[in-house]
């Protein structure tokens, strides 16, 4: 007999959620979020890029690389190589983002994978990692994981000093 139970998953809520800044004496930040699901050993790492953002040569986009580099320096204890076995790279965009950016065009909220190899490299090439935009369906599924609180809700409860 099949059963027809469904039953509920808990979505992971951050560990980390702050507005990282991922070079020393650069003015350049995100909304970082991280979610760490220890029964699969893998990791969600989530880069929302606020507008205040601004400097247009260190976009969460153009500088991925340093940022998943930095992220993994800066959280060493959560990206344990016994620990996780598989970290999710989104870069996150939408109203709360600079409008005029490819990323932001088209849609009111983009999430982009990046497949960057794991564990991580000392150095990654910019060119290095596929981006793929997620489909409404995957984002969905995202979703069902982890606990997205929407950015602008985030932010309004941080302190200014972005």
Same mark, same amino acid.
């Given at each position: 007999m099949i059963s027809k139970e469904v039953i509920a998953t808990q979505q992971l809520r951050p560990v980390v959620e702050t507005i990282f800044h991922w070079q020393a004496d650069d003015p350049s930040h995100c909304l970082l979020r991280i979610f760490v699901d220890e029964q699969v050993q893998?990791?969600?790492?989530v880069a929302s890029e606020p507008h205040s953002n601004k400097l247009?040569?260190?976009?969460? %986009?153009?500088d991925f690389d340093t940022l998943a580099i930095s992220i993994s320096k800066q959280y060493t204890s959560l990206f344990e190589k016994s620990k996780i076995k598989q970290v999710i790279w989104i870069a996150h965009f939408g109203q709360f983002s600079d409008v005029h950016s490819f990323e932001n065009m088209h849609t009111t909220e983009s999430f982009l994978t990046v497949d960057l190899p794991w564990p991580l490299p000392t *150095?990654? %090439?910019s060119l290095e990692g596929c981006w793929t935009f997620l489909s409404a369906a995957a984002?969905?599924?995202l979703n069902t994981k982890v606990s997205l609180v929407p950015v602008l809700?985030?932010?309004? *409860?941080?302190?200014?000093? *972005?």
């Open positions: 893998q990791a969600y790492v247009l040569d260190k976009h969460v %986009s153009t *150095r990654i %090439s984002v969905e599924e809700d985030v932010l309004a *409860r941080m302190p200014c000093d *972005r």
